[in-house]
């Protein structure tokens, strides 16, 4: 079946650094979605991306989907203590119905 | 806007009881979801919903039940609890695009 694969699974990051998490699929995807959730909190949607090449950006956030759409990353700079979270993507083959990867958690230090 | 609303908060259940969880949404989304998240891991799907009357099963149905009798609920049957059923469950309901919206989740014990 399909499958969402995310690395690193894990990531501690100084404040003021960049960062990147990386999402691959083994098949083609119709479009991949991220997600943020925070310590004891839910998953919140992020962003969607359809198009082959597609870069988006939101503030500090950079996302890009491969040009095979089997791949996306997640790009942070500057981070910030609000960004800490796990950070969850998601591929969706058939409409409605998303596979979502482990999760990249990130522990932000001052 | 209430959004996706779940109850319980948290449940403790011995091995062999039964429970429902709640999930209702306000935001009239014909597709809704439920997923279980155990720690540490992704979100696995259970069940989904393209509209009333018309559910079907995720990656890991075994032990659960749905129903959708309105677009507002969908609610999740879990018969004779076992200790392997211990997870937080979120539910989710389907934007235009695809995106989903998800619930504040139940956190279930086992035990």
């Known amino acids: 079946g399909q499958q969402v694969m995310q690395i690193p699974q894990y990531q501690h990051v100084q404040e003021g650094e960049d960062f990147t998490t990386y999402c691959n699929s083994s098949?083609?995807?119709?479009?991949i979605q991220w997600y943020k959730q925070r310590p004891g909190g839910h998953p919140v949607f992020l962003i969607q991306?359809?198009?082959?090449?597609e870069v988006k950006k939101q503030k500090r956030l950079t996302f890009q989907f491969g040009e095979a759409k089997k791949n996306s990353s997640l790009h942070i700079t500057a981070t910030q203590t609000t960004d800490v979270g796990t950070y969850f993507c998601?591929?969706?083959?058939?409409?409605?119905?998303?596979?979502f990867g482990a999760g990249t958690q990130v522990v932000v230090t001052p | 806007n209430a959004g996706v609303t779940q109850t319980p908060k948290f449940r403790i259940l011995k091995i062999g009881q039964s429970m429902t969880l709640q999930c209702a949404q306000d935001?009239?989304?014909?597709?809704m979801y439920w997923y279980r998240q155990d720690p540490g891991m992704g979100l696995k799907l259970i069940y989904y919903?393209?509209?009333?009357?018309?559910?079907d099963k995720g990656e890991v149905p075994n032990g659960y039940n749905v129903s959708r009798s309105t677009t507002e609920d969908f609610p999740l049957r879990l018969e004779l609890a076992a200790p392997s059923q211990t997870s937080v469950y979120f539910c989710?309901?389907?934007?235009?695009?695809?995106?989903?919206?998800f619930g504040p989740g139940t956190r279930l014990t086992v035990t």
């Open positions: 998601a591929g969706e083959w058939s409409w409605g119905k998303l596979q």
């Open positions: 989710a309901s389907g934007g235009v695009s695809g995106e989903q919206y």
């Open positions: 991306l359809v198009k082959s090449g």
């Open positions: 935001m009239n989304h014909n597709y």
């Open positions: 098949t083609t995807l119709s479009n």
């Open positions: 919903s393209v509209g009333a009357g018309i559910t």
